[in-house]
C-alpha cells in the first residue's frame, strides 16, 4: 500500500523568509498525482499545489513551489517570501489511478512576525 | 457558488446514539467522498462515491454508512456512535476520477 510520510511535526519560519516543507512517499507505480493542500485554523483544506508524475516540471504557484525527485520519491514544498497568513498545518497527499488519495500526518507551520 | 457545504458544523452525541452528516456540492462534481480527520494523523477516506447511487468502502468504514440518492449530496450516517468516533469529518468532490478534491469546511463530532 502506499504511504505518504512528512517528517517535520512542526516547522517556524521568519516573515519573508523561505521554508522547505518534506513529503516522501512510497510507491511502485510509475503515473500518478502529488499534492499540497493547506489547513489553516478554520479547518478548512485548500489545495496549494498539484504535480503530475509524468511531468518532469515541477510545479510553481506564485510563492509556492515544489521540487518533486520522481526516483527518490520525494515531493517537497517551498513557500517563498513567507506571509502570516501561510500559518497553517499543510499535508501532502499522493492519488494514483482507481485508488484513493493517502494523506501524510501534516506539518505545522508557524510564522513568526 | 457555494462549492462543498457540510452540515452540521457541530455536535454533539451521547454513545449508541445516532445521526446524519450532510454534504453538499454545486459543482457538478461526479465524485465525492468523506474522510476523518484525528489529531496527528492526515485524513482517512470513510467511503467514497463515483457517481449517482453508487457507494464504496474506503480505508476505515466500520460504523459508517453512506447513501448518495442525488448526485449534488453525499450523506454519512452513523447509527450507534461510538466515542472512537470522536473526530473532526471532512466532505469532498471531485469533477472525476483523479482530479483535485474540493473539500467542505468540516464537522466537528463529539460521542461521549
Known amino acids: 500500500a502506499q504511504t505518504v510520510t512528512q517528517s517535520q511535526p512542526e516547522m517556524s519560519v521568519q516573515e519573508a523568509e523561505t521554508v522547505t516543507l518534506s513529503c516522501t512517499y512510497d510507491?511502485?507505480?510509475?503515473?500518478?498525482?502529488l499534492f499540497w493542500y493547506k489547513q489553516p485554523p478554520s479547518r478548512q483544506m485548500i489545495l496549494v499545489i498539484r504535480?503530475?508524475?509524468?511531468?518532469?516540471q515541477n510545479a510553481t504557484e506564485n510563492r509556492f513551489s515544489v521540487n518533486f525527485q520522481k526516483a527518490a520519491k520525494s515531493f517537497s514544498l517551498k513557500i517563498s517570501d513567507s506571509q502570516l497568513g501561510d500559518a497553517a498545518m499543510y499535508f501532502c497527499?499522493?492519488?494514483?489511478?482507481?485508488?484513493?488519495?493517502?494523506f501524510g500526518p501534516g506539518t505545522r507551520l508557524s510564522v513568526l512576525p | 457558488n457555494a462549492g462543498v457545504t457540510q452540515t452540521p458544523k457541530f455536535r454533539v452525541l451521547k454513545t449508541g446514539q445516532s445521526m446524519t452528516l450532510l454534504c453538499a456540492q454545486d459543482?457538478?462534481?461526479?465524485?465525492m467522498y468523506w474522510y476523518r480527520q484525528d489529531p496527528g494523523m492526515g485524513l482517512r477516506l470513510i467511503h467514497y462515491?463515483?457517481?449517482?447511487?453508487?457507494?464504496a468502502k474506503g480505508e476505515v468504514p466500520d460504523g459508517y454508512n453512506v447513501s448518495r440518492l442525488k448526485k449534488q449530496n453525499f450523506l454519512l450516517g452513523l447509527e450507534s456512535a461510538a466515542p472512537s468516533q470522536t473526530s473532526v469529518y471532512f466532505c469532498?468532490?471531485?469533477?472525476?476520477?483523479?482530479?483535485?478534491?474540493?473539500f467542505g469546511p468540516g464537522t466537528r463530532l463529539l460521542v461521549l
Open positions: 504535480q503530475e508524475a509524468y511531468k518532469q
Open positions: 497527499a499522493y492519488y494514483n489511478y482507481g485508488q484513493n488519495f493517502v
Open positions: 459543482m457538478n462534481h461526479e465524485y
Open positions: 462515491s463515483v457517481g449517482e447511487g453508487t457507494t
Open positions: 510507491t511502485s507505480e510509475s503515473d500518478y498525482y
Open positions: 469532498a468532490s471531485s469533477q472525476r476520477d483523479m482530479q483535485t478534491q474540493y
